[in-house]
């Protein structure tokens, strides 16, 4: 009976969810992605490449799409250049040696390929602060860095406190039907929206 309860909150939450960007498409025609005026890839196809890229990454690894890792694995490397004895004694390099692995690369060729697409897609911007920051903010490249910086270690850290990141939650993890995944997204959306609101007083 528990299981069953179990499948109809998933199958339940996961339909409640799929309903909320039509329902947002239907209030402000605006929003429609089909709608947009820039250019850019097709949400469509690059959306189908991401769940193709998925199944790839479990058929052939055995593992999921996730990137915050990257993270622990790029300070073990640097760690084993300048300390290398106290980073091995590390309780979590002696489970997670630091090396250069698939999930390593798959960052790097994520970088590689965001580059690829800005290109391609018309989207490439060579600027330091963004028009939307500069004019909240004014045009300070070191008060842009500061904040980009602590808004990165925020990420990182709460993207390991919380077992996975955008890509382990919002995709590899939504993608198994995993709850706390599921729970973890919507998160993510509240806390963007809300910080959103705070900074430029949307």
């Given at each position: 009976?528990?299981?069953?309860?179990?499948?109809?909150?998933?199958?339940?939450?996961?339909?409640?969810?799929?309903?909320?960007?039509?329902?947002?498409?239907?209030?402000?025609?605006?929003?429609?992605?089909?709608?947009?005026?820039?250019?850019?890839?097709?949400?469509?196809?690059?959306?189908?490449?991401?769940?193709?890229?998925?199944?790839?990454t479990f058929y052939?690894?055995?593992?999921?799409?996730?990137?915050?890792?990257?993270?622990?694995?790029?300070?073990?490397?640097?760690?084993?250049?300048?300390?290398?004895?106290?980073?091995?004694?590390?309780?979590?390099?002696?489970?997670?040696?630091?090396?250069?692995?698939?999930?390593?690369?798959?960052?790097?060729?994520?970088?590689?390929?965001?580059?690829?697409?800005?290109?391609?897609?018309?989207?490439?911007?060579?600027?330091?602060?963004?028009?939307?920051?500069?004019?909240?903010?004014?045009?300070?490249?070191?008060?842009?860095?500061?904040?980009?910086?602590g808004g990165g270690?925020?990420?990182?850290?709460?993207?390991?406190?919380?077992?996975?990141?955008?890509?382990?939650?919002?995709?590899?993890?939504?993608?198994?039907?995993?709850?706390?995944?599921?729970?973890?997204?919507?998160?993510?959306?509240?806390?963007?929206?809300?910080?959103?609101?705070?900074?430029?007083?949307?």
């Amino acid at each position: 009976m528990r299981t069953k309860t179990h499948h109809a909150f998933r199958a339940g939450a996961i339909a409640a969810l799929a309903l909320l960007p039509l329902s947002a498409v239907a209030a402000d025609p605006a929003l429609d992605a089909r709608s947009y005026p820039g250019p850019a890839w097709s949400p469509y196809v690059v959306g189908a490449g991401i769940g193709v890229l998925s199944w790839l990454t479990f058929y052939f690894s055995d593992k999921p799409i996730g990137a915050s890792s990257f993270y622990a694995t790029l300070a073990g490397l640097i760690g084993k250049l300048f300390a290398r004895k106290h980073t091995e004694e590390l309780a979590y390099f002696k489970t997670e040696p630091p090396t250069v692995n698939w999930g390593f690369v798959f960052v790097l060729a994520t970088i590689g390929g965001a580059l690829i697409a800005a290109l391609t897609g018309g989207e490439f911007a060579n600027e330091w602060v963004p028009q939307m920051w500069s004019a909240r903010f004014g045009e300070s490249i070191a008060l842009r860095g500061v904040v980009a910086f602590g808004g990165g270690v925020l990420m990182a850290f709460g993207a390991r406190l919380a077992g996975g990141c955008t890509s382990g939650h919002g995709i590899s993890g939504t993608m198994q039907l995993n709850v706390a995944s599921w729970i973890a997204v919507v998160c993510f959306f509240i806390g963007g929206v809300a910080v959103a609101m705070l900074l430029f007083h949307v």
